[in-house]
């Protein structure tokens, strides 16, 4: 493998782990199947990363930074108003089949590890600091549009829908059979809007 | 020893809490069927007659704790006079300990690749969203709450909780059960399109 090629490489088995935690559970997988996936050896993976354990916390560490640093900056980047954008912020937290869903159970399986493992609670309280600290600047930058209503407690009401998201989404995530995405995603709006002074059916409407 | 099928009813409890204990430490993957036969002194060929599987262990296990939460929840509510008061009740109850978190959550990543989890799951969200339902309806009906949809509200309810609870195992479940339980409620007024009775006459922190 070329030394230019090492990021991609990384990253690669990153990626492969991620898909395989996301397919089969974390308590499964195994170096040798990640490496199988991505192409690499096991000597390379073990170049990387000198155990299992340091493998799989970096997998979900590299799920969360692709999800902070590309989705989440995408999302209401380009938005036409802060409606809109919230309306895209609260699609992307919940687990449509894909991309998010895969991401969804890697974040199920950390809640799970994180409860088991207080080791793993700063990592788990980081990431959840950053998923509440961009969606409160979703939120933020409506008020200073004067396109939301300022809520009593921006903080509070972030925490709520945070915690209503991944309510919902677990279940969505489970295939419950008494609500889907789209029902998660309509709870939510009718949740948020009247607490913003905007119309549900606004963060429904389809991203252009 | 030499357990007996006649025996069950009093060793399942054992089983049970030697079950919960060790996957709640170890998780479903982590745990084999002998370590939960040496915690409640059971040989392991006994503990496969009465349970064919990790998974069958697990979601009796959760059963086991569920009941108990719902007598729990009965007494509790049994002392509240009012819808209001009865929700409030309810949300104390669920959100005051984190301890069995652990073991739900084995349940939530489980059921996405177990079909028999799965519907375990299902039976207690259905139950469990019951419960909250039939206060939801009865505050309608006394004209305490305004909920257009008591379903929907319950839904919203149970959903709080749980990725409330989430957030709080994540962190110090001591620094943030209280915040969770205020969480939870300032959210149930609003799903409920109700004030709830003073939190402050409420029972003390745990």
């Not at chain 1, 996301?22 to 390379?44: C, K, N, P, W």
């Not at chain 1, 419950?176 to 709870?187: C, E, G, L, S, V």
């Not at chain 2, 007024?189 to 006459?201: I, K, N, S, V, Y």
Request: hydrophobic share 50%; glycine share 6%.
């Amino acid at each position: 493998m070329a030394e230019r090629d090492s990021a991609s490489a990384r990253e690669r088995i990153l990626e492969a782990a991620c898909d395989l935690i996301a397919a089969e559970g974390i308590d499964d997988v195994r170096i040798a199947r990640v490496a199988m996936r991505a192409g690499a050896s096991t000597a390379l993976v073990h170049h990387y990363f000198s155990t299992r354990e340091e493998l799989l916390e970096q997998a979900i560490l590299h799920s969360f930074e692709t999800v902070g640093e590309e989705r989440f900056a995408e999302a209401g980047g380009e938005a036409p108003n802060a409606t809109a954008a919230l309306a895209e912020a609260i699609e992307e937290c919940l687990p449509r089949p894909g991309a998010l869903e895969r991401d969804w159970v890697l974040w199920v399986e950390l809640w799970l590890r994180a409860a088991r493992e207080p080791d793993l609670r700063p990592l788990a309280a980081s990431l959840y600091a950053q998923y509440h600290d961009w969606l409160e600047e979703v939120l933020k930058r409506g008020v200073d549009a004067g396109e939301f209503a300022a809520p009593d407690d921006l903080r509070a009401l972030t925490d709520r829908t945070m915690a209503l998201l991944d309510g919902l989404g677990l279940r969505a995530l489970l295939h419950d059979p008494t609500m889907d995405i789209d029902a998660a995603r309509a709870q939510v709006a009718d949740f948020l809007a009247p607490q913003l002074g905007i119309d549900p059916a606004a963060l429904l409407a389809e991203p252009a | 020893m030499t357990p007996r099928p006649s025996i069950d009813h009093i060793r399942r409890p054992q089983i049970l809490a030697a079950a919960a204990e060790v996957i709640a430490e170890r998780g479903v993957a982590g745990t084999r069927i002998a370590d939960v036969a040496e915690r409640c002194g059971v040989s392991p060929p006994a503990l496969l007659y009465w349970f064919d599987s990790k998974e069958h262990l697990l979601a009796e296990a959760l059963t086991a704790d569920d009941d108990r939460f719902y007598e729990e929840l009965e007494e509790r509510l049994d002392e509240a006079a009012t819808p209001g008061e009865r929700m409030v009740a309810l949300i104390e109850t669920a959100t005051e300990s984190a301890d069995d978190f652990a073991l739900w959550m084995e349940l939530w990543t489980w059921a996405l690749r177990d079909a028999g989890l799965r519907a375990a799951r299902e039976r207690f969200d259905a139950r469990w969203r019951a419960a909250i339902e039939a206060i939801v309806v009865d505050g309608v009906a006394a004209g305490e709450f305004s909920a257009a949809d008591p379903p929907q509200a319950a839904l919203a309810i149970a959903a709080l909780i749980d990725g409330l609870s989430a957030q709080a195992a994540l962190g110090d479940p001591e620094v943030s059960n209280p915040r969770v339980r205020e969480t939870v409620l300032a959210g149930a007024e609003r799903f409920l399109d109700a004030e709830l009775p003073t939190r402050a006459g409420g029972r003390a922190s745990p």
